[in-house]
């Protein structure tokens, strides 16, 4: 045998090396890809860690400027706000108040940072019972019917038009109520709000990797569960019947929830609808990755990145991720 191969044996190998498997790199994660979660609590004067979300806090209104400016150091400029409202009650009636957590820390953000705001509108976190809309009056003794969906809807819209009032650059309706995308696209152009987009939680799954984001915005339901609003886990062309509604409805960004477990629907949405594609690489998703880096069982960093890397490959042009801070230095 020679000191080397044949020439001949060597294939897809020759762009491998350095200098040329960059020129050759079909997909990237870019800092302008990425939209940062942003938790502001009106429950505290101080800042508080997430204890299944390393590295993430809830923070005062007071702090909301300040943490969306090191969110924006990091080279991320959009960030997605989620409030933790002083009271809950059971039509969630601080999801709309004019100093109402969101609404407060969305005036701070938008008057003193250029960060691009989007705000996650539902009601599970302003809710006593935690669900994501009204309740009928016997939910609790009636497992089939639990949501009131017109009911919740005129929620939605109230809230949409008072957190576009405050300075939201975007309203991103996570309930999963059936025609929650035309009911706020129509109470925002109502209130002259016709230049606020609309990105729908389109196809969200009943799953179990919210955990740790339940923790986070005290948004478990009391009783039940979400799986007569959200989708059900074994369903992909059901994503396609859901994602087509929201479409037709005026969704601006066709978002899938989670991301890593639902890649196949991801795909085909992009091929699907002619729309911008978000997905949101969810809070278990995240501290999976923690956990395992913290055991010293996984590259922090490269693991993070490799996450993001097939969620882009599958067709997603943004990416909703708690990782955004962690990695946008080193994009
Ligand atoms: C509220 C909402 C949830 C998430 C985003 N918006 C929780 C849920 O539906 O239970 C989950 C985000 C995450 O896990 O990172 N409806």
């Known amino acids: 045998m020679s000191g080397h191969d044949a020439p001949t044996h060597l294939g897809p190998r020759r762009l491998r090396a350095d200098g040329v498997r960059d020129l050759v790199s079909e997909t990237e994660v870019r800092a302008s ?10 429950t505290t004067d101080e800042r508080r860690p997430i204890p299944s979300m390393p590295g993430h806090e809830r923070v005062p209104v007071a702090e909301a400027v300040p943490r969306v400016r090191e969110v924006m150091e990091t080279g991320v400029e959009a960030v997605m706000l989620f409030g933790i409202p002083e009271s809950k009650d059971p039509e969630g009636s601080r999801a709309d108040a004019e100093d109402g957590v969101v609404q407060r820390a969305t005036r701070a953000i938008a008057a003193e940072t250029d960060a691009y705001l989007v705000t996650d509108l539902c009601l599970c976190e302003y809710t006593d019972h935690g669900h994501c809309g009204i309740l009928e009056a016997d939910a609790t003794d009636d497992p089939d019917l639990t949501v009131r969906n017109e009911a919740t809807l005129e929620r939605y819209r109230s809230v949409a038009v008072s957190q576009a009032a405050a300075g939201a650059d975007m309203i991103a309706p996570s309930g999963m109520m059936d025609g929650q995308v035309a009911a706020i696209r129509e109470a925002l152009d109502g209130a002259g709000h016709g230049d606020v987009p609309v990105m729908a939680y389109a196809a969200k799954y009943a799953s179990a990797f919210y955990g740790p984001f339940r923790d986070a915005a005290d948004g478990a339901p009391a009783f039940g569960d979400r799986r007569h609003y959200q989708m059900d886990p074994a369903n992909a062309r059901e994503a396609r019947r859901e994602v087509a509604r929201d479409a037709a ?4 960004v066709l978002m899938v929830k989670p991301a890593l477990p ?8 992009r091929r699907e609808f002619d729309r911008p594609v978000a ?10 990755v923690h956990a395992a880096a913290e055991k010293g069982w996984l590259d922090l960093e490269a693991a993070a990145h490799e996450s993001l890397l097939p ?3 599958a067709g997603a042009d943004l990416i909703v991720t708690y990782f955004a801070e962690d990695l946008a230095d080193r994009l």
């Open 262 to 269: 639902y890649l196949d629907v991801v795909a085909d949405v």
């Open 249 to 252: 409805e005026g969704a601006d």
């Open 33 to 42: 890809d990425l939209v940062a979660p942003v938790f502001v609590d009106a």
């Open 279 to 288: 997905a949101y690489n969810v809070s278990g998703e995240y501290a999976m």
């Open 311 to 313: 969620i882009k490959r």
